[in-house]
Antibody
Framework: QEQLEESGGGVVQPGRSLRLSCAAS????????MHWVRQAPGKGLEWVAV????????YHADSVQGRFTISRDNSKNTMYLEMKSLRPEDTAVYYC????????????WGQGTMVTVSS | SSELTQDPAVSVALGQTVRITCQGD??????ASWYQQKPGQAPVLVIY???NRPSGIPDRFSGSSSGNTASLTIAGTQAEDEAVYYC???????????FGGGTKVTVL
């Protein structure tokens, strides 16, 4: 069964950094664009970032531009989200998701990892 | 930048049909995809493209679109369909992807 598993979440002070990982299994990772999506407690879904299948193209949401960086290592079937200058409003569950090749649709999601930014 | 607007909540009697709408200018150019999220769980894709269901999604779920409005219809709603439903679309301005605010479906 195709699977994604996030890791790296935790409690961090404002202004500090954290790196999230998303490990893929049981599918050809290097043929899919991948996304990060977050959800603040009790709130809706917010798209965060996307990276193309080969890592050549990346886009970040305005809310994280300049602070977060998406990357991937296809040799390790893993995607990352480097988060710097964290703010309390970055507190959320962070999901990684796979984008379908044919149509826009995130068809595989991880279980999420919680990031709490608090002093 | 654009946005996608959903009604916050809707209720439906068991076995009846409910339609959830999503409005936004981007929907004139891009299909919406729809996600079901139950408490404490990750979202699940239920509709993508013009009206496509991933494997394992019951055929009581269907999608449609007209002008700036996309719709998700659940026919013969079951108790297990109670969840929050989010639409998502591409956008040609601002952030390249965006989600609607979500619609909580309550099954009576």
């Amino acid at each position: 069964q195709e699977q994604l598993e996030e890791s790296g979440g935790g409690v961090v002070q404002p202004g500090r950094s954290l790196r999230l990982s998303c490990a893929a299994s049981r599918f050809t990772f290097n043929t899919y664009a991948m996304h990060w999506v977050r959800q603040a407690p009790g709130k809706g879904l917010e798209w965060v970032a996307v990276i193309s299948h080969d890592g050549g193209n990346k886009y970040h949401a305005d809310s994280v531009q300049g602070r977060f960086t998406i990357s991937r290592d296809n040799s390790k079937n893993t995607m990352y989200l480097e988060m710097k200058s964290l703010r309390p409003e970055d507190t959320a569950v962070y999901y990684c998701a796979r984008e379908r090749i044919d149509y826009d649709g995130f068809d595989i999601w991880g279980q999420g990892t919680m990031v709490t930014v608090s002093s | 930048s654009s946005e996608l607007t959903q009604d916050p909540a809707v209720s439906v009697a068991l076995g009846q049909t409910v339609r959830i709408t999503c409005q936004g200018d981007s929907l004139r150019n891009y299909y919406a995809s729809w996600y079901q999220q139950k408490p404490g769980q990750a979202p699940v894709l239920v509709i993508y493209g013009k009206n496509n269901r991933p494997s394992g999604i019951p055929d009581r779920f269907s999608g449609s679109s007209s002008g700036n409005t996309a719709s998700l219809t659940i026919a013969g709603t079951q108790a297990e369909d109670e969840a929050v439903y989010y639409c998502k679309s591409r956008d040609s301005s601002g952030n390249p992807w965006m989600f609607g605010g979500g619609t909580k479906v309550t099954v009576l």
